[in-house]
Structures are given as C-alpha cells and as structure tokens.
C-alpha cells in the first residue's frame, strides 16, 4: 500500500477558524452561526483529504487512495445499505453528503489523529465526516474473509449512527450517549457486540458523573463502552423506539439532555441512572 503522509498545522489551522466564526458571530445569528462553524470545521478536517480520489455514492462523497481503487465501488455499495438500515430507526434529511474516508491502514488513521502507538481505531467520526480502516487492512484476517467479516461486523452503520444523531440533535447530548447508541443499533442491525467488552461488568461500574465528564480518559474503555450501551438498551426496553427518536428530536430543538430525558421518560438523571443500575443487576445479558 501506498504511503500516505499527512502534514497538518493544527494551530494555524484553529488560529483561522477563531477569527472566521469571531467575524460570523457579528453577521450570522442562532442556527445559521452554528451552521457556519460546523461548515468551518468539516470542511478544516476535510482539507486533508481534497488530493485523494474520490467516487459519489447516492449519500456519501467517498475519499480513498489507489490501494483502494478496486474495493471503491464496493465500499460505496456497503456505506449505501448501512445508512438505509440506520435510517429505517432514525429517519433523517441530510444537509449534504458526508464524507467517507477510507484509510489505507492503521497509521494513517494515527497520523491523522496524531495517535501514538498502541492506538487504533476501525471508525472515527468527525463533524459530517466517517473515517474508516480499509477492510484490506484487516490484516488479523485471512485476506479472503476480511470482506465478508467487513459486511458482517465492519463500523459503518456505527459511524453513520454518530454522523445520524449529530445531525438531528446538533452535537447537544453526551458522549456516553452517542456512543450507547451507535452500539444499540450496530446490535440491532448487524446483531454485532464488541465481545472484549462483555465481562467487563463483572468490575466496579462507573458513575453517571464519570461517564459525563471524562468518558474518554476512562482507564477501562471497555467497560465505558459496553455500560453505555446498556443503558441506551435499557431507554429502549422500558418504551418503544419512537421515545428515543422523540427525545433526539428535543435536543435538536435545544432542550438540555437530561430536560429531554425527563420529558420523555418522566426521570432525572438521576433516577435514571438508579433505575437502570437496578435493571442492569437482573439482565444476565451484562455478565
């Protein structure tokens, strides 16, 4: 595979985009300033990407390099049916076409990011714009069975999900959320769990507060993971389906999370959290 090297300037970058949306804020009020800075910063993350190929799909911009020139079309044909089965559960108008990008390999993605190593990912999203490793660079995988495990368990409708309720909601719920979702329906749709995180329950499991405010720095990101879907699973075990997408709807009108959840499901936060730490208990699924 070709090396693909990715020179950014991040505080250039920034530095630019702080005056622009300084400079919008006198011009542009509500909606259309936060149209304008989610614009600014899609389109800074895209920049990286303008010199490599690219293929229209019917709801996608696909950008891949040569070493995918081949899978292009298929990939296409995949990131189609996945948005289709996403949107069966969360109906939705997009604005614009987001992109695709398909990385070549792993340190691509970690330059990109600026990860170091020991850092990984299948599928990032970023403001209109997935991220996903190749399936040619599951190298775990015999070379022939990556495409058909790609189709069974790959991060599309994951990361279209993120792309889905950013979309709808306007980036206004917490990161334990979006990440309880993307997995709910990746289980819905694909029948796919993250099996590393499935005895991670068996451990002190963390606070409605930690999952809150430091999601990301968590020490054991699988247990964050897989207690964030449960509780997704538990919004959508004690009321149908059209109670999620009802409270998605609030936030998108800019009610707060947890006024939304009251709303919708007649309890705090708190309670929330103390209801389904109860249900969890009982559901031998968690352990």
Do not use: C
């Given at each position: 595979?070709?090396?693909?090297?990715?020179?950014?300037?991040?505080?250039?970058?920034?530095?630019?985009?702080?005056?622009?949306?300084?400079?919008?804020?006198?011009?542009?009020?509500?909606?259309?300033?936060?149209?304008?800075?989610?614009?600014?910063?899609?389109?800074?993350?895209?920049?990286?990407?303008?010199?490599?190929?690219?293929?229209?799909?019917?709801?996608?911009?696909?950008?891949?390099?040569?070493?995918?020139?081949?899978?292009?079309?298929?990939?296409?044909?995949?990131?189609?049916?996945?948005?289709?089965?996403?949107?069966?559960?969360?109906?939705?108008?997009?604005?614009?076409?987001?992109?695709?990008?398909?990385?070549?390999?792993?340190?691509?993605?970690?330059?990109?990011?600026?990860?170091?190593?020991?850092?990984?990912?299948?599928?990032?999203?970023?403001?209109?714009?997935?991220?996903?490793?190749?399936?040619?660079?599951?190298?775990?995988?015999?070379?022939?069975?990556?495409?058909?495990?790609?189709?069974?368990?790959?991060?599309?409708?994951?990361?279209?999900?993120h792309y889905v309720l950013d979309l709808l909601a306007a980036g206004n719920y917490p990161r334990w959320?979006?990440?309880?979702?993307?997995?709910?329906?990746?289980?819905?749709?694909?029948?796919?769990?993250?099996?590393?995180?499935?005895?991670?329950?068996?451990?002190?499991?963390?606070?409605?507060?930690?999952?809150?405010?430091?999601?990301?720095?968590?020490?054991?990101?699988?247990?964050?993971?897989?207690?964030?879907?449960?509780?997704?699973?538990?919004?959508?075990?004690?009321?149908?389906?059209?109670?999620?997408?009802?409270?998605?709807?609030?936030?998108?009108?800019?009610?707060?999370?947890?006024?939304?959840?009251?709303?919708?499901?007649?309890?705090?936060?708190?309670?929330?959290?103390?209801?389904?730490?109860?249900?969890?208990?009982?559901?031998?699924?968690?352990?």
């Amino acid at each position: 595979m070709p090396k693909v090297m990715l020179k950014r300037h991040p505080r250039r970058e920034w530095t630019l985009i702080l005056i622009l949306v300084l400079a919008l804020t006198l011009i542009w009020p509500g909606e259309a300033l936060r149209s304008g800075w989610r614009t600014l910063q899609a389109n800074s993350f895209r920049s990286l990407f303008y010199s490599w190929e690219r293929l229209d799909s019917a709801s996608f911009q696909l950008r891949y390099t040569a070493a995918d020139q081949e899978m292009a079309f298929w990939l296409a044909q995949r990131a189609e049916e996945a948005a289709a089965e996403v949107a069966r559960i969360l109906p939705h108008q997009s604005r614009s076409k987001p992109w695709l990008i398909i990385a070549p390999d792993q340190k691509t993605i970690k330059n990109i990011f600026g990860w170091g190593d020991g850092t990984g990912a299948l599928g990032v999203y970023v403001t209109d714009t997935i991220i996903i490793l190749s399936p040619q660079a599951w190298d775990w995988l015999p070379s022939e069975q990556r495409p058909v495990v790609f189709a069974k368990q790959g991060p599309l409708v994951h990361e279209y999900t993120h792309y889905v309720l950013d979309l709808l909601a306007a980036g206004n719920y917490p990161r334990w959320f979006s990440e309880g979702l993307a997995q709910y329906l990746e289980y819905k749709i694909l029948g796919h769990e993250w099996k590393e995180a499935a005895n991670s329950f068996w451990q002190p499991l963390y606070t409605l507060q930690e999952l809150e405010q430091q999601f990301d720095q968590l020490p054991n990101q699988a247990l964050a993971y897989r207690q964030s879907l449960s509780m997704v699973s538990y919004l959508a075990a004690i009321q149908p389906e059209d109670s999620l997408r009802a409270m998605i709807n609030l936030l998108g009108q800019g009610m707060s999370f947890y006024q939304a959840l009251e709303e919708i499901y007649g309890f705090s936060g708190t309670s929330f959290f103390a209801q389904w730490y109860s249900w969890q208990e009982k559901d031998l699924r968690w352990y």
